[in-house]
Nanobody, 124 residues
Framework: QLQLVESGGGLVQPGGSLRLSCAAS????????IGWFRQAPGKEREGVSC????????NYADSVKGRFTISRDNAKNTVYLQMNSLKPEDTAVYYC?????????????????WGQGTQVTVSS
């Protein structure tokens, strides 16, 4: 059974950076697309970014394009989300999720394995 654990969240000032990690256990990530999602208090969960199993295909929400970068290291069974130029509106619990997807592209829906989340707070 695939298990996902997020880490790297915390408190950061506006304009700062954080790198989130999503570490997998129980199965190799070689056949999984990975997505990052976030949920702010009182708001619905939204897709932030995703990456295909090979890493060649990525997608980003318009709100994070140019600021966030998703990457993966299949040898380490880990996916990363580098977040730069953080804004207060990026404050949320961030979740990583996985779905078996053999296609060279990814979409931000249909994920069936989820981590427990890591809190990101952007505030001065």
């Amino acid at each position: 059974q695939l298990q996902l654990v997020e880490s790297g969240g915390g408190l950061v000032q506006p304009g700062g950076s954080l790198r989130l990690s999503c570490a997998a256990s129980g199965s190799t990530l070689d056949y999984y697309a990975i997505g990052w999602f976030r949920q702010a208090p009182g708001k619905e969960r939204e897709g932030v970014s995703c990456i295909s199993r090979s890493g060649d295909g990525t997608n980003y929400a318009d709100s994070v394009k140019g600021r966030f970068t998703i990457s993966r290291d299949n040898a380490k069974n880990t996916v990363y989300l580098q977040m730069n130029s953080l804004k207060p509106e990026d404050t949320a619990v961030y979740y990583c999720a996985a779905v078996v997807n053999l296609k060279p592209a990814c979409v931000m829906r249909g994920y069936n394995y989820w981590g427990q989340g890591t809190q990101v707070t952007v505030s001065s």
